[in-house]
């Protein structure tokens, strides 16, 4: 599952000891260069000096001694900058082999860590998801790298019933110690040490529960083709300001995704293709003030996706071609002043869309080509003053 990132030490790269010139060599070159300098730094100083005594009344004669004492000063100073320019290179050179024997020590991390995640028992695999998260932490040129490889092991097969001839004992804590590692790293995006702008590639995974309550995500968290069988995966007073959270194709056949008091304040969360048949989708206490939520082409035959208490003040969620055949939408309480909710396109054979109790303020609510062959919609108690209403093509404003 890993790939190997140990550096061979006959072919190092990075710094590098560079290849010194022989003794016998370097020796009468610098000596004839220091003579040369001397010699130069001499005349020089010799007729500076000699142009001061001349204009002297009446003129004076050279003072050798003062000659002298200028060019050993001149260099003395040259020697004094190209013995701090050598104790620079050598300072370089102690941090490129202190920087290789970090990088190697790392590299060997990295490798023991991944195969204790391969392992048969689930003890050791458990201390290989710690290892890993430590060594992202110590290695930020390749923390990705390292998450990946945890978001691998939940993309690998897994089968969450227990009796089945394919489960695995111990793996469901492993797996949901992945979770709780990614999570922790997700909670403060200003902490020296933070994962919030990088990706997480779920994609096809099983997920029976997991938490990522009050995480920040800045970069791409891809859920594509997952599935939700069972127990809980929460976001509840996560933050959206400007990732994606991408759910599309994702199944969600008994299992409850809640993002209870969540903010959408720029990001996307996107359900595009997927079938609710009985699990739930919570938006409890919500706050969408910029985001996007996409339930195109999204079907419904069972499942429910709660809105109760959320707030619309900027953001959009889409519910276009969608077919609802049994599942209920409910924003009750919920409150709109500005944003859009829509559901154009959308078939109701037996669902249910519920704005019991909203307060609309401001906003559109739009229902562009909803075809209703059994469902029903409802607006019982709520309170108008100013929504826009999208009946068709052209649209009517509340109370018209």
Known sequence: ???????????????????????????????????????????????HFAQAAADQKPPKPVNINDVLKATVTALTLVG?????????????????????????QLAERYTTAAEQL?????????????ALA?????????RQVCIDVLCAYLRMPYEPDPTAPEHKAGEREVRQTIIRVIRDHL???????????????????????????????????????ATFSGGTVKFVQSRFSGGTV??????????????????????????????FSGGTVSFVGATFSGGTVDFVQSRFS????????????????????????????????????????????????????????????GGTVSFGSVTLSGGTVTFDHATFSGTVFEWGPLPVPAGA
Not at 13 to 35: D, K, Q
Not at 187 to 198: G, N, R, V
Request: aromatic share 14%.
């Open 187 to 225: 909670q403060q995006p200003d902490a020296p040490i933070t994962w919030c702008e990088h990706n997480f590639d779920f994609t096809g995974a099983v997920f029976d529960g997991g938490d990522f309550s009050n995480s920040h995500f800045g970069g791409t968290a891809s859920f594509v083709g």
């Open 302 to 361: 069972g499942g429910t996706v709660e809105f109760l208490q959320a707030t619309f003040s900027g953001g959009k969620v889409s519910f276009g071609l969608t077919t609802l055949s049994g599942d209920t939408v409910d924003f009750a309480q919920a409150t709109f002043s500005g944003g859009k909710v829509s559901f154009g396109l959308t078939t109701l054979s037996g669902g249910t869309v519920s704005f019991v109790a909203a307060t609309f303020n």
């Open 80 to 104: 004094a900058v190209l013995a701090g320019l050598y104790a620079y290179r050598k300072q370089l050179l102690a941090e490129g082999d202190a920087h290789r024997a970090d990088a190697s």
């Open 1 to 47: 599952m890993a790939v190997s990132l140990r550096r061979k030490p006959e072919a190092p790269r990075g710094r590098y000891t560079p290849n010194l010139w022989p003794v016998w060599i370097v020796a009468p070159v610098a000596l004839i260069a220091a003579a040369a300098l001397g010699w130069v730094i001499y005349h020089y100083a010799y007729d």
């Open 118 to 130: 391969g392992h048969d028992q689930a003890a050791v695999r458990l201390a290989g998801v710690y």
């Open 246 to 275: 991408d759910f599309g194709r994702a199944t969600f056949s008994g299992g409850t995704v809640s993002f209870g008091r969540a903010t959408f304040s720029g990001g996307k969360v996107s359900f595009v293709g997927a079938t």
């Open 134 to 142: 430590r060594l992202a932490d110590d290695w930020a040129e390749q």
